[in-house]
């Protein structure tokens, strides 16, 4: 089956630690997005890419960092600058780059202790 | 930059008929484009309008206005399973900025 395959669902670390999201999708999809979401608010942009070995910051990048070297894989790292990491994570994909129609993963939720 | 508006929470009860409405201020537009989103699953795809007037997908519609910023996404016949968080989004620039998420409980 085609989708999005986010891991780990779960995911504690300690503060201070950088730590990496997985995300694979085998959709075929050009563009490739990673979102955060705290409780009660809406999701918001961390980082997207729209080609293989490009990609751009969105609204809350600070503290993270990606990488596309694939088309099937953007991972996301989190890193000790980010001084409030603990959140649920969410990566998407689009077919083409007009992002009107995002195909989610399950999402991982981080927690920072 | 974007901002988008819609109501925190919405109660309905099963049979019925909700709407959803979302405004945005925006410096570039392209679309609006919603998602349903269960509690700690993913979001989900429900429509998306690039044009102005009603779009139908079943028992959901969505509308949108440029004009005036404003669009709702419609639910008929309501469903215990409706019970979710739904997003409006603004799409521009291959990018999207969604709202706060409005909270639907349907209740029998």
């Known amino acids: 089956d085609g989708g999005i395959t986010q891991s780990p669902k779960y995911l504690f670390r300690k503060e201070g630690q950088n730590v990496t999201l997985s995300c694979e999708q085998n959709l075929n999809h050009d563009a490739m997005y990673w979102y955060r979401q705290d409780p009660g608010q809406g999701l918001r942009l961390i980082y997207y890419s729209q080609i293989v070995n490009d990609f751009q910051k969105g609204d809350i990048a600070e503290g993270y960092s990606v990488s596309r070297e694939k088309k099937e894989s953007f991972p996301l790292t989190v890193t000790s600058a980010q001084k409030n990491p603990t959140a649920f994570y969410l990566c998407?994909?689009?077919?083409?780059?007009?992002?009107?129609?995002?195909?989610f993963g399950q999402g991982t939720r981080l927690t920072v202790v | 930059g974007q901002s988008l508006e819609q109501p925190s929470e919405v109660t309905a009860v099963e049979g019925a008929i909700v709407q959803i409405n979302c405004t945005y201020q925006?410096?570039?537009?392209?679309?609006l484009s919603w998602y349903q989103q269960h509690d700690g699953g993913a979001p989900t795809f429900l429509s998306y309008?690039?044009?102005?007037g009603l779009e139908e997908t079943g028992r959901f519609s969505s509308f949108l206005s440029r004009s005036d910023s404003y669009g709702y996404l419609l639910l008929q016949e309501l469903q215990m399973k409706d019970s979710a968080s739904y997003f409006c989004a603004v799409i521009d620039a291959g990018k999207s900025t969604f709202g706060d998420g409005t909270t639907l409980t349907v209740k029998p």
């Open positions: 998407a994909s689009g077919e083409g780059t007009a992002n009107t129609e995002a195909f």
């Open positions: 925006t410096s570039g537009f392209y679309g």
């Open positions: 309008n690039a044009l102005d």
